[in-house]
């Protein structure tokens, strides 16, 4: 997706980096040991398939041990290299920092097109490349925690815990080696939606505020804004979904690999969803307007564009033509520094990946203290809740049919009252909770100093100061 004449992702997200440490009273030195990525392994392995052995280049990078284990997917697909790794392992130890949970930044990849195996197959691969990493410690729950990424999801997850389970058969707490497991092995409910659950919460924070929405020359809530979605995997989908079913926002165009699905009046994304399922293609889906070039599509007229697939897909050869004045970056690094410029230029207000996507790291947390604790959440709490929420809702029968008052509850009032809170509901509530304080502290930045007019730079001078401050206190 760049240009010859952009730089890499790599050196994008370090221009970043620097333009915020421009801003920020960091030694050299410190700056420069924040900014470097401290080591990246690469694993050449074979596995014998389809009657031959078949060598495949995976990689695990450690961006910072500032606070361990360090944490981060681990993405499937061809057009992995060490360069995008290290990238994507820069960009969650800047994501850990500005969401608060306590862990350095990581990533893995492995170089294969997942289509291209099969189940059984892919689960060989799978657990030799974990097997790779777990012998190293590169997988490991006190060191290294892997998650999902592009590629991958709750099964190959569920093979890299078996995997370490095999390998660790004393480790009491080897659920813990992963997240985004899925929930009958260890996982926890509200983590395959957590990331586009944190978008769709990153934007109702963004349209709490008034001022903030008028920068982007918004105004109003969410219902009926004018939403294009960039790839509908699974953040993009879950995005897509909530805003359009609990917000009201029209999407009006969904953007896929293979061409795009337009519709003023508002797309049905779960319709979509399950077409792209049973076709495998969005091509010939009956309820919109199909058109091959998706990519002229970012350039379109709407109120929130939503880059939810590839890194540099925003770049300098359609920044200038990009019309949405509102960009949440779902995916990681979806704009080139470059292209970073001048969308500012235009005025167009960006929700950075660090914090619009967080949603996805923020449930992993959840899971590893679930997992470490070996405990699902409300277990202890919630018959005790609902016990006190009776007695309340008693005591006002009671008043009021000793007083002859009259009063009833609301209908549902009380089915909504007296349920306590099971695991999904705490989770998205730590997550709603999570994502509410961290656009805070970028937002005190970005409206508290005037030398710093962007989310992004907000967001990087919030948590490079954190790690800074990691950092110093362990007396560097
Ligand atoms: N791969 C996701 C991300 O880029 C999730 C990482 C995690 O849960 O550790 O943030």
């Given at each position: 997706m760049h240009s010859a004449t952009e730089p890499s992702f790599r050196e994008s997200v370090d221009l970043m980096f620097k333009r915020a440490t421009a801003l920020m009273d960091l030694s050299p030195g410190l700056e420069e040991k924040i900014r470097i990525c401290n080591s990246t392994y690469t694993v050449r392995f074979g596995v014998r398939l389809r009657g031959d052995i078949q060598t495949f280049t995976g990689y695990r990078s450690v961006h910072s041990e500032h606070m361990e284990p360090v944490k981060g997917g681990i993405r499937y697909a061809l057009s992995v290299n060490q360069d995008e790794v290290e990238a994507l392992a820069a960009l969650m130890t800047y994501k850990c920092a500005l969401v608060e949970t306590p862990f350095g930044g990581s990533k893995g990849g492995l170089c294969i097109d997942p289509r291209a195996w099969d189940e059984h197959e892919l689960e060989q691969i799978t657990r030799r490349f974990a097997y790779e990493l777990i012998k190293r410690d590169l997988?490991?729950?006190?060191q290294n925690v892997p998650a999902p990424d592009m590629g991958t999801g709750e099964r190959e997850m569920a093979w890299i815990a078996d995997q370490y389970a095999r390998m660790n058969t004393t480790d009491i707490n080897a659920k813990a080696c992963v997240t985004g497991k899925p929930p009958h092995a260890g996982g926890i409910q509200g983590r395959v939606e957590a990331t586009g659950r944190g978008v769709q919460y990153a934007l109702r924070e963004f349209f709490r505020h008034k001022e903030d929405k008028a920068k982007a020359g918004l105004s109003g809530d969410l219902d009926a804004k004018r939403v294009i979605i960039q790839g509908l995997g699974n953040v993009g989908y879950h995005a897509a979904k909530f805003l359009s079913e609990e917000d009201g926002c029209k999407v009006v165009a969904v953007i896929e690999r293979d061409g795009a699905l337009l519709d003023d009046k508002g797309l049905d994304v779960e319709a979509i969803f399950q077409w792209i399922k049973a076709h495998g293609t969005i091509k010939a889906f009956p309820h919109a307007i199909y058109t091959e070039n998706g990519a002229a599509v970012l350039e379109h007229d709407c109120d929130i564009l939503i880059p939810a697939a590839l890194e540099g897909v925003i770049n300098l050869g359609n920044a200038a033509r990009i019309r949405a004045p509102l960009i949440v970056e779902a995916a990681n690094g979806p704009i080139t520094f470059g292209a970073d410029e001048i969308l500012r230029q235009k005025g167009i207000v960006i929700i950075p990946d660090m914090f619009a996507n967080a949603g996805g790291v923020t449930v992993s947390y959840f899971e590893w203290v679930k997992n470490l604790s070996h405990i699902r959440f409300g277990r202890m709490q919630r018959r005790a809740e609902e016990a006190r929420h009776h007695v309340l809702v008693e005591e006002l029968e009671k008043l009021s049919a000793d007083k002859g008052l009259g009063w009833t509850l609301s209908p549902g009032f009380k089915d909504k009252y007296l349920k306590g809170a099971g695991e999904l509901e705490l989770v998205r509530s730590g997550l709603d909770d999570t994502m509410r304080g961290a656009y805070q502290a970028m937002r005190d930045v970005w409206h508290g100093r005037n030398d710093v007019t962007d989310l992004r730079v907000a967001a990087y001078i919030v948590s490079i100061g954190r790690v800074a401050t990691t950092y110093r206190s362990k007396g560097l």
């Open positions: 997988i490991n729950p006190a």
